[in-house]
């Protein structure tokens, strides 16, 4: 089970305290530093204000030397594909080849307003997100020296030259996720390398993963090459006085916490863990929301982490 960190720096939270995040994760074995893509905070004054998802990862691209990056999940809305391509690939450069993009159809409807990005209706946007895919995939995967073209309903590339181009091994690994039935399964399937589950129980995410398996079956793709991971909120704490202070910091009930997310004891965040294991999958995302308690980390890297084999 690899374990990643996952941030949400539109709560409230600058460059510098992604950095320290991102250093100590790294310090301290976890498998990558991912950040949430949203310019608007939920809940709170989300103060001193939002930073740029992609320009944080371009920064902790120079900034940190062997922890993966990426986004949980980019936001389609607010990105041209070409353009999108263009600069996730540079980070992936600047990175040395540690780079993933997590790329979502896009849904918080208030930060579209507020910053006065358009906002479509659902199945327009959806339509998008597939089209968007396509492209930026197709961009990546377009052997030097050739051309890519793709006509799509919203969006239309003729003969780019399809640069820059990943650094690493196998291009730059692709995320979908989500809870949809039928259509981000299937989107999983054809163009992910990974799928994940945000914020759901383990049978649940179960019941995801084998629609995503059955949906890679339909394309005669393997389906243990994509992995399956989740997404859970993280507060554990050595004794019930730090837990309870770790709860109340991030403003959430203790019993809801260890009852949705990895969280209790050191020994009931590896239990909760290994259902996620049976259910099938082999990477977590800890959604870390205090940011400012690195002490955190160090002791799920210290007391969690090494019996998760």
Known sequence: MQLRVFTEPQQGATYDDLLAVARRAEETGFDAFFRSDHYLAMGGDGLPGPTDAWLTLAGLARETSTIRLG????????????????????????????????LGSGWFEAEHTAYGIPFPPLRERFDRYAEQLAVVTGLWSTPPGETFSFAGEHYAVVDSPALPKPV???????????????RTPALAARYAQEFNTPFAS???????????????RAVDRDPADLVLSSALVLCVGADDAQLARRAAAIGRDVDELVANGVA??????????????????TRVYLQVLDLADLDHLDLVAEQVAPQLG
């Open 168 to 182: 690493q091994p196998g291009g730059i690994p692709v995320l979908v996720g989500g809870r949809g039935k039928e």
């Open 202 to 216: 383990a049978p649940d995410a179960a019941v995801l993963f084998e629609r995503v398996r059955e949906a890679c």
């Open 264 to 281: 209790g004891s050191p020994a009931q965040a590896v239990d909760t863990l290994g259902r996620f294991a049976e259910a099938g999958a």
């Open 71 to 102: 986004t949980l999940m980019t936001a389609g809305t607010f990105r041209l594909p070409g353009p999108l391509a263009i600069s996730v690939a540079q980070v992936d450069q600047m990175s040395g080849g540690r780079v993933e993009l997590g």
